[in-house]
DNA sequence: GCAAAAACGATAGTATTACTATTATTTTTG
DNA sequence: CAAAAATAATAGTAATACTATCGTTTTTGC
């Protein structure tokens, strides 16, 4: 069977959601649910009415509604770098790849029929909306200890040493890249609903542009 | 009386916190209690019992802590701004006026002894820690035109006017600076709980180094 | 210095949230 | 086909996020 498999840490479920078709309903629901009315005002409850299942089964598979999230974010993350590593093979030089990574970043993402259960282009929207929220939390250290994190970290790395190849003096890969992934989702948002804390007008490209600019114009530091 | 006063925009209280003993006190104890068990920990109820006074006088300044929130970043906000124009003027280039300003972000302020009820050090740590939250939320656009977010674009609009200066077809001067000021606070808060996402080991000297070849790079597009 | 207004404290109450627990039924699997 | 696993249905609890009422204290304007 042609099937793609994100890998996304077990200390992010209870029971593995990618294992039963309950499971994979939960996640699909859940992306659509939290993209639409935000994390705030979604509660497990209304995703079993949602299923036409119950509050209950929905807690066996997620401890609660912060590792929902923290589960789904990853699994962005993890997708993001499996389309990262096909495109890049594509492609010859360092620069060529961070242009596309940046890309990648900031465009909606194709369905990939592979994955029935996952509609990434509102995945990407809920990443957009809420990515901070898995990380500002008081929880964060004993969570970064249980990987919730490590998505975004490989991520992170991956865009760094590309940076290095470009040039190996450059001082701040992580810095760079964390704040690059950063400002590709906040920039789509402000876009949106913040227009002053942004200048993109013609939408996605600008954001592209911009981003491409900063990350080159930095490690080719002068 | 030697009182300075950051104003912040009536839609952010009930009540003017700033005019009553009993306000100032609930600014106080609440950026204490807030920056110590996080925002999603702390209620209404623990900060009345922690002033010795009750939830229903919370309530009768704030109407949610949510709004709560958003009045503490947009005082520290217009704090900030306060502080850079006393800086600027003692500062001729626009360069120098945008290194500084770096280094206003990220590093902690003094006391300031006409404003006793603010701990500006610790509201600095909360804003590290909760700032995207008064933003990423469904309530966005209607709060937007309430006016909770002005602090953050007067800055972004002070910053980009220098930017123009240095280099006046600069594309992107509010998009750089929403990225540089939500990076500045981000790599705070990953220097010291995600240290692979930043590169900062001596502390706050690298953040602001990286933050200020970043921005200069960026302006002075070869 | 006094009356009216404002602020505050005390208390009660409600709907919702974020769970945990139990049990009966259905589905899966060896 | 029996045992195990998964699910649905239901109940219950502590905490949260408020709203409302009312009596007392404090402030203020005349």
């Not at 299923?51 to 789904?72: D, G, I, M, P, W």
């Not at 249980?146 to 940076?163: Q, S, W």
């Not at 789509?188 to 900063?214: C, N, W, Y």
């Amino acid at each position: 069977m042609n099937v793609l498999n994100i890998s996304v840490s077990n200390k992010l479920y209870n029971k593995n959601p990618e294992e039963t078709d309950l499971g994979k309903r939960i996640l699909s629901k859940s992306i659509g649910l939290m993209a639409e009315m935000g994390y705030e005002h979604l509660t497990f409850k209304k995703i079993g009415i949602a299923l036409e299942s119950t509050e209950a089964s929905v807690y066996r598979y997620f401890q609660n509604k912060h590792q929902l999230l923290a589960y789904l974010i990853n699994w962005y993350w993890g997708w993001l770098e499996v389309k990262m590593a096909q495109e890049f093979m594509m492609l010859n030089s360092p620069e060529e790849k961070l242009r596309r990574a940046i890309q990648l970043l900031v465009f909606p993402m194709d369905k990939d029929e592979r994955i029935p259960h996952i509609n990434e282009g509102t995945l990407q929207k809920l990443v957009v909306a809420e990515y901070p929220k898995i990380y500002l939390t008081k929880e964060v250290d004993a969570e970064n200890e249980e990987g919730y994190f490590l998505g975004y970290k490989r991520i992170c790395d991956t865009l760094g040493k590309l940076a290095l190849q470009i040039n190996p003096k450059y001082k701040y890969p992580h810095s760079l890249f964390s704040t690059v992934i950063s400002a590709a989702q906040s920039q789509q948002f402000f876009t949106e609903h913040l227009p002053r804390l942004s200048d993109a007008t013609s939408g996605k490209e600008d954001i592209v542009e911009f981003l491409t600019e900063m990350t080159l114009n930095s490690i080719q530091n002068k």
